[in-house]
């Protein structure tokens, strides 16, 4: 049961940029013989598909796509190390912060990933390169302040803050066990460790029904119009919606705000600097592989 949309509301996105690497390297050839892979990869009524053939398939399909990444990324390393650049544990962790802010949790964000094929493993080696192709390009990219307000005035209504809510809740399946509960709360018992137990939310009850952040328009209408009459620290009757009913605490709120410019100055230099890395970053790889032997088997392969 999901009561919470996992849609993230952004029309103009702030944060990390993953950098889709694409090259148009003219790459040499010379001849090469596949291992030969006879493994059998599965089976239908007992006829085998062998590694070889999926091979050939992943070869036909994205080969060439895929070899044009595998080289790029191998640029970037070397001349990453050609000019000392190193990525620290802590800069990738300070990256991964506006993916956990965005996702909710950890927990979240690994089954976001885990759901999209990938892992967060995946994630932090994506986000080190990123962080190596901003450092070797910073020199070519400059943002004027010019450009910020003219970007903040074309976007002022995205970068208001509308009122928001942090809640917890508990969902039961009858008012009669909403009722029980909310006793047991009154007397002092804990919400976090109750949702844990009796929660129906499997999305939500092992984190104590935490439903982090949300404005209006997000939850159920009742759910909604439950969360922002009750004060922080308050914890709601039963509240009736069509997944069951739910006990609801309010657990802190944040008042809407205008559009203001100071506040968003440097996310809005980091999203710009993003668009211009994009631009600059073929014609950088370009200008770097003249530098490099590149030798390429590919079409041996197939």
Same mark, same amino acid.
């Given at each position: 049961m999901k009561l919470k949309t996992t849609k993230i509301k952004r029309n103009v996105v702030i944060g990390i940029l993953i950098l889709v690497l694409l090259s148009g390297l003219v790459l040499g050839v010379r001849q090469w013989t596949a291992t030969s892979q006879p493994a059998v990869v599965a089976k239908v009524n007992g006829e085998a598909i062998t590694k070889n053939e999926l091979y050939d398939l992943l070869l036909e399909r994205a080969g060439q796509e895929g070899l044009n990444l595998l080289l790029?990324?191998?640029?970037?390393?070397? #001349? @990453?190390?050609?000019?000392?650049?190193t990525i620290t544990d802590q800069e990738i962790e300070e990256e991964l912060a506006d993916y956990y802010a965005a996702y909710g949790d950890a927990?979240?964000?690994?089954?976001?990933?885990?759901?999209?094929?990938?892992s967060l493993a995946r994630l932090k080696a994506n986000l080190a390169h990123t962080l190596k192709v901003k450092k070797l390009l910073a020199s070519r990219i400059a943002v004027t302040e010019a450009e910020m307000k003219a970007f903040f005035e074309k976007n002022k209504e995205d970068f208001a803050q509308e009122e928001q809510v942090k809640a917890s809740h508990i969902l039961v399946e009858t008012e009669k066990e909403a009722k029980e509960l909310k006793s047991r709360l009154e007397k002092g018992e804990d919400f976090a460790k109750l949702a844990k137990e009796y929660s129906k939310d499997t999305t939500t009850k092992e984190k104590g029904g935490d439903l982090g952040y949300f404005g209006r328009g997000?939850?159920? #209408? @009742?759910?909604?119009?439950?969360?922002?009459?009750?004060?922080?620290?308050?914890?709601?009757?039963?509240v009736q919606t069509e997944y069951g009913y739910h006990l609801i605490k309010v657990e802190a709120k944040k008042a809407a705000e205008a559009p203001n410019f100071e506040k968003n100055k440097e996310e809005i230099k980091e999203y710009l600097f993003n668009q211009k890395l994009q631009a600059e970053y073929n014609p950088w790889l370009q200008e770097v592989a003249a530098d490099y032997k590149i030798e390429t088997f590919l079409n041996a392969a197939k």
């Open positions: 790029a990324q191998k640029i970037v390393d070397l #001349e @990453a190390k050609k000019q000392k650049i927990e979240t964000l690994d089954q976001a990933l885990a759901l999209s094929g990938s997000i939850m159920d #209408e @009742a759910f909604e119009k439950a969360a922002f009459a009750l004060k922080a620290g308050e914890i709601s009757g039963p």
